[in-house]
């Protein structure tokens, strides 16, 4: 088992930049693909960076490719996503999200934190 824990989010204008982290304090962490899901209201959740249990492999959404970034610090138990040019459709409530099978599976995450927001002025 594995307990992702988001942290970072907030309120920034557009055009700005956010990093959010998730963490976990088991070190089987460093064995899972790792995902960042986002949901607004009315909306359905959308898978918008993944990356591989090694880092090697990443994948991005259309809609963030080029702003955002993905990496992880296994060491650390770490995986990171930044966010840079941000626009007001980028908020939403951002999770970390855990699972064994390939990253870009959307079904294979069954460990999920508890999500934290971000809101993107205009």
């Known amino acids: 088992q594995v307990q992702p824990v988001e942290s970072g989010g907030g309120p920034v204008q557009a055009g700005g930049s956010l990093r959010l982290s998730c963490t976990a304090s088991q070190p089987i962490f460093r064995q899972y693909p790792i995902g960042w899901f986002r949901q607004s209201p009315g909306k359905e959740r959308e898978l918008v960076a993944s990356?591989?249990?090694?880092?090697?492999?990443?994948y991005y959404s259309d809609s963030v490719k080029g702003r955002f970034t993905i990496s992880r610090d296994n060491a650390a138990r770490m995986v990171l996503l930044q966010m840079d040019a941000l626009k007001p459709e980028d908020t939403a409530v951002y999770y970390c999200a855990a699972g064994e099978g390939r990253w870009t599976d959307v079904d294979l995450y069954d460990h999920w934190g508890q999500g934290t927001q971000v809101t993107v002025s205009p």
């Open positions: 990356i591989s249990y090694h880092g090697k492999n990443k």
